[in-house]
């Protein structure tokens, strides 16, 4: 496993991260001790990267997250957290809380969850537009002074909150979401964090398994599935998303690659400050994502690649509506 740093200031991680909430909430069902042996194959693949939230699950993905790592050697992994969410006992959602103090209050219950003493990469998982981000940012930094925490990151935020939390304590890495299909981080995003110093820790680099090279048209999902009210996945958005995935499954053969790899290799192949987190819910999907790591892409590959799927060719938004509108990054 190769390695990248977060950032100018951010922790040394592994070129591939996994991203944990499809083990607890939002895909639909998981198998819970097939959810832990993919986080154990991970770490022993030389993955480091474990990427987690407190509303996955209503803390049901961090006490996952603290079962797998018992026993293990907690410093092989690099644990990242979103707080903020709010939601109610029937899974709904309410908001967003980057209130100082409410900042503490959900790192002592992570923290307890997780069973350690420290979060290495600590965000607020959406802008809380009531609250200043320079206040939410200015608690965690008292926690970084504390010790319960190691380094700061944001989450789906604009250029211009970039530039404003950085001026309050140093930034690791904005994750958001990037791929092939959601491009819209490169006109000013992806710049300013760059002459920030900030990393990119890139989600969605499979668009919730369009990219996988698996999805078809005739898939059912669950009531508890959020990709039934997502745009990309409805009727025709759907039918010409899928199309574009034919056009990227013959690179990907003649690469002697998947789809899902090609797609993958993609992401990390736009810099080096980019690490992408894979969604993996078993082992199998995390061996094809980490077969990404020995795909080189040469000048043509991506040429050919940036002409099967152009910029700006996903059909339909990357949330539905209303879900658009707590993204301060699409402002």
Known sequence: ?????????????????????????????????????TIHAALDAGLTLLDTGDFYGMGHNELLLRDALRGRNRDSAVISVKFGALRDADGGWSGYDGRPEAVKNFLAYSLRRLGTDHIDIYRPSRLDPNVPIEETVGAIAEMVQAGHVRHIGLSEVGAETLRRAQAVHPI????????????????????????LGIGITAYG?????????????????????FRGISPRFQGENLDRNLTLVEA??????????????????????????????????RRERLVEALGAEAVTLTADDLAAIEQAVPADAAAGTRYAAPLMDHLDSER
């Open 1 to 37: 496993m190769n390695h990248r740093t977060l950032g100018t200031t951010g922790p040394r991680v592994s070129s591939l991260g996994l991203g944990l909430m499809g083990m607890s909430d939002l895909y639909g069902p998981a198998d819970e001790s097939e959810s832990i042996a």
């Open 172 to 195: 690791a890495d904005l994750q958001i979401e990037y791929s092939l299909l959601s491009r819209g981080i490169e006109e000013t995003i992806l710049p300013t964090a760059r002459e």
């Open 205 to 225: 680099v499979l668009s919730r398994g369009l990219l996988s090279g698996h999805w078809s048209r005739d898939r059912e999902l669950g009531a508890q599935d």
């Open 248 to 281: 990227l499954r013959k690179i990907a053969s003649d690469k002697g690659a998947g789809v899902a790899q090609i797609a993958i290799a993609w992401v990390a192949a736009q810099g080096g400050d980019i690490v992408p987190l894979v969604g993996a819910r």
